[in-house]
């Protein structure tokens, strides 16, 4: 059954962003489910299946990456694509962010402050153009 409008699922722990960023992508057109934390976030996307998941790297419990692996596992969707984002403002997460995402599978990431149309581009263009979605071990992340 085709959905109305695609879903998102965006988990960030802090709850302005999550707050903002509904408002925006509903905006955009998408559906959105909320998460702020990754244990929360796994239970959303087991329950709701969404088409494209927006993440936070950096949560308490279980960080974006476990999530993303989760997704990735037999009990997830290696095909549903997992944008993540970080606010770090140094260190390896952030300057490593793309080479983390692609290990782990994610189809993209984006960096706090995130540019609005940037951000809307990234995740329409994940839930339209499946074949450029990476699962684990791609060389190569979508543009």
């Excluded at 707050?19 to 559906?31: C, D, H, Q, S």
């Excluded at 476990?66 to 997992?82: F, K, L, Q, T």
């Excluded at 149309?117 to 263009?125: C, R």
Aim: glycine fraction near 8%; include cysteine; charge should be negative.
């Amino acid at each position: 059954m085709k959905r109305e409008k695609p879903v998102v699922l965006l988990a960030d722990d802090d709850k302005n962003i999550t707050k903002a960023l509904k408002i925006r992508l509903t905006n955009a057109g998408f559906e959105v489910i909320t998460a702020n934390d990754g244990d929360s976030a796994i239970a959303a996307f087991d329950k709701a299946l969404p088409d494209v998941v927006l993440l936070d790297v950096d949560m308490p419990g279980t960080d974006g990456f476990a999530v993303c692996e989760h997704i990735r596992s037999d009990i997830g969707d290696p095909n549903i694509p997992v944008v993540f984002m970080t606010g770090a403002d140094a260190g390896i997460i952030r300057n490593y962010l793309e080479q983390l995402s692609e290990t782990v599978g994610g189809s993209g990431e984006v960096t706090k402050p995130y540019d609005p149309t940037e951000l809307t581009t990234k995740l329409w263009n994940a839930v339209n153009h499946p074949q450029s979605r990476n699962k684990p071990g791609d060389s190569a992340l979508p543009s």
